[in-house]
């Protein structure tokens, strides 16, 4: 089956702008998760979701930032007014249900990569 | 809180020589461990992975091993490939008990010369 896809690949935005990036997670797959990778950097925890439900969003940088997964499948992060700062690549990944109360390995998708100018 | 530190980069080896990445964390309980590869021009993949300590995860020749001791989990390879040349990032994450987010490390290039 397929992989984890995201859209759009590359996205330009003048500073102020809202942005919508989409992610189409592994069918089946209860768990979503969006990370933020800095340019040259490991990527960092944004938020998480379990079905629809989102469990954490301790990662999220500002109240600009916003996620969603209304139906437990797809999920999209907004980002209102982009600032400068908010230039990077977005990364989603999901994962299905382990066993004994362990989560699963996590996919990841090829990531979009945003630069606001 | 949760930390990865990796060795810093970059690194430029030969084929056929011996490769270490070394990678140290800072975590409360039990992680699991990952190390994840980034090739050129693709996402990130996980390469391997250890749960408990001393086990030692492995995939196409590459081995690390969970060191609760010294809380280290080095990459290590014994004869590297040209194909081998990508981004290698050393990860943990709470599985059980926790939601699964993975903290990650800073990365760390690896280019192999034929």
């Known amino acids: 089956g397929a992989g984890v896809s995201q859209s759009p690949r590359y996205k330009v935005a003048k500073r102020g702008q809202d942005v919508a990036l989409r992610c189409d997670p592994i069918s089946g797959h209860v768990s979503l998760f969006w990370y933020q990778q800095a340019l040259g950097q490991g990527p960092e925890f944004l938020t998480y979701f379990q079905n629809e439900a989102q469990l954490d969003k301790s990662g999220l940088p500002s109240d600009r930032f916003f996620a969603e997964r209304p139906e437990g499948s797809v999920s999209t992060l907004k980002i209102q007014r982009t600032q400068q700062e908010d230039s990077a690549v977005y990364l989603c990944?999901?994962?299905?249900?382990?066993?004994?109360?362990?989560?699963?390995?996590?996919?990841f998708g090829p990531g979009t990569r945003l630069t606001v100018l | 809180g949760n930390s990865v530190t990796q060795m810093e980069g970059p690194v430029t080896l030969s084929e056929e020589a011996f490769l270490t990445i070394n990678c140290t964390y800072t975590?409360?309980?039990?992680?699991?461990l990952f190390w994840y590869v980034q090739y050129p021009g693709e996402g990130l993949q996980l390469l391997l992975k250890a749960t408990k300590a001393d086990d030692k995860g492995s995939n196409k020749g590459f081995e690390a091993t969970y060191r609760k001791e010294t809380t280290s989990f080095h990459l290590e390879k014994g004869s590297v490939q040209v194909s081998d040349s990508a981004v290698y990032f050393c990860a943990l994450s709470q599985e059980k008990g926790g939601d699964g987010k993975l903290t990650f490390g800073q990365g760390t290039i690896l280019t192999v010369h034929p």
């Open positions: 990944a999901s994962s299905g249900l382990g066993t004994s109360g362990r989560m699963d390995t996590q996919y």
């Open positions: 975590a409360t309980g039990y992680p699991s």
